[in-house]
């Protein structure tokens, strides 16, 4: 067996919402923490794609700046390709080797640079266009230019794009170059938070089929992040479902989707509106996502799950293996459902 | 056939900015029946939350309609003074919009606010109003309706608070609801509990409601006609399960083949290569023809009427005998 090239370990980040002093003394308020993330762990194999999904608040876009360390872990370790990444300030040889893809296009790109500087500046960053030392000699200038007229057409946009402002392209086009400048490192990891949440479906498709193509080609890792499950669907090959900063479900694609486990799988998939059975209703979830100031004790999902019981109530479970797929559930642990 | 609950025919809106005339709606047609629930479906800048604004009265300047009307029950409303529109709004037509949070006013109670919505519309006093307002929380599913009419916006979550904008186009027993992308804001669960309510207390209240939004399976679940809208215009327009399984416009097979399926595997979605063109870009003859793997001659000089296309109407040549076989 193979190392997988991205290992996490019980991952956990907490935030702290505190009111100011001032506050907290003048009107008695204990100190307040939010658990966005806590103790998650998977691993990714080179070449696939594992998809976090989850409702807005679950932690997922967390885990996303956990990996490329734009935040830094309160327990836990990613390791990547054997190595242990560490938690900000990581090295350049790891950093050059993981990059990440933001949701909003219109925010991601800084709108003062034309295409061609945003697109270089990883190279010039990382020096991978001829060595940081020679970055400024002729030759240098010369291949970055070369290379990021191959990155622009790696995404289906042409060499002149590269003298426009970001203010000139659709929401589509952005979020290609967005991927292209990501692309600029050759990295092997992408860690994609929502890409495609902010674009019409048509532009999605495109940028989708994009995401797929450059995968095979160049053997990509994608570590993706969305709220939509017919996407998730479409380019996952593992699934880890997140409810409350925790994943509560870890299966590959096909066996979550014709057999969930976990009950908050089960309500999330019976929620989806499908376009190919007109008029079919779908069950509505009861509740909604609880507090996570004040998540209920026990298993988080309790208060809304149809299965709960007196154990669920107090028990918080741990994520078991169970025939290829890993749930944190009593009721299946139990074999109730 | 029952008459036409709204009508709207040949409405042209346009805006009249620095670059000189866009035109945002061209020839916009189409009719609403008493009870009938109409999906308008495109994407970002097709035009079809400004054909909400418009029925509802409420066109930012410098938008304003130039063509066409907008008839409700008969009588026309697109020419209404303001004081005489604000009577129609939210007494005969309701309206539900994207972001619930910006909807509510954050200074007043959301009792406060239901109650004065209540009182602009029905002749009530203050026990009944209240008593109203009550049961309409009660009806969209708010737990402890009392207690919650004293609370503020900010202490309901999302899904609440679109529960209680609901609650407010409902006060007025409006028999047409216009609901602009009322679940885009909300998770996917919750969606579905908003969705099933929408269609539940319409029905019980006997209101039609035209649904604008860009999700094809809010569409399919909800609607019984649907109409699909590209560049300002109607491309194709029919019953739902006709448009969603046997679209007669290329662009509606585009748009169906781009969705990521939940029921089937593929390697590729379908893509339409480029994007909708801007206002100030149209292209002559079909706005389509440039992205449109079907495009013969007419397509790019004579523009496209609704026309009969299978159990559908769509703007497309394709469906003309005389065009293709003059090609």
Known sequence: MTLPLVQVEGLAKTFDVSLPWLNRVAERKPRQFVHAVDDVGFQIARGRTLALVGESGCGKSTVARLLVGLYAPTRGRVVYDGVEAGATRRPASIRRRMQMIFQDPYASLNPRWKVKDIVAEPLREHGAAGGAAAANSRDAKRSIVVRVGELLASVGLAQVDAEKFPHQFSGGQRQRISIARALATEPEFLVCDEPTSALDVSVQAQVLNIMKDLQTKRGLTYLFISHNLAVVRHVADEVGVMYLGRIVELADKATLFARPRHPYTRMLLDAIPDIHMSGRSRTPVHGEVPNPLQPPPGCTFNPRCPHANERCRIERPALLALDRVRVACHAVEERRI | ?327
Request: aromatic content about 4%; overall charge negative.
């Open chain 2, 1 to 327: 056939m029952p008459s036409p609950l709204l009508e709207v025919d040949h409405l042209r809106v346009e805006f009249l900015g620095r670059s000189g005339r866009l035109l945002a709606l061209d020839d916009v047609s189409f009719s609403i029946a008493p009870g009938e629930i109409l999906g308008v479906v495109g994407e970002s800048g097709a035009g079809k939350s400004l054909t909400g604004a418009s029925i509802i009265g409420l066109l930012d300047p410098p938008g304003r309609i130039v063509g066409g009307e907008i008839r409700f029950d008969g009588a026309r409303i697109d020419n209404l003074p303001y004081e005489q529109m604000r009577k129609v709004r939210g007494r005969h037509i309701g309206a539900i919009f994207q972001d619930p949070l910006t909807s509510l006013d954050p200074l007043y109670t959301v009792g406060q606010q239901l109650i004065e919505t209540i009182q602009t519309h029905l002749s009530l006093g203050a026990a009944d109003a209240r008593r109203r307002a009550v049961r309409l929380l009660q009806e969209t599913g708010i737990p402890a309706a009392e207690e919650r009419l004293e609370q503020y916006p900010h202490q309901f979550s999302g899904g609440m608070r679109q529960r209680v904008v609901i609650a407010l186009a409902l006060a007025g027993e409006p028999r047409l609801i216009v609901a602009d992308e009322p679940t885009t804001a909300l998770d996917v669960s919750i969606q579905a509990q908003i969705i099933s309510l929408l269609k539940r207390l319409c029905k019980e209240h006997g209101a039609a409601v035209m649904l604008v939004t860009h999700d094809m399976g809010v569409i399919a679940e909800t609607c019984d006609r649907v109409a699909v809208m590209y560049a300002g215009r109607i491309v194709e327009i029919g019953p739902v399960a006709s448009v969603i399984h046997a679209p007669a416009h290329p662009y509606t097979v585009g748009l169906m083949g781009s969705i990521p399926a939940m029921d089937e595997d593929r390697a590729r979605l379908l893509q339409i290569d480029g994007a909708m063109p801007r206002l100030d870009a149209i292209p002559s003859g079909c706005a389509f023809n440039p992205r449109c793997p079907h495009a013969f001659e007419p397509c790019t000089t004579l523009r496209p009427e609704l026309m009969a296309a299978g159990a559908t109407r769509a703007a497309c040549w394709l469906h003309a005998p005389a065009m293709r076989a003059a090609a």
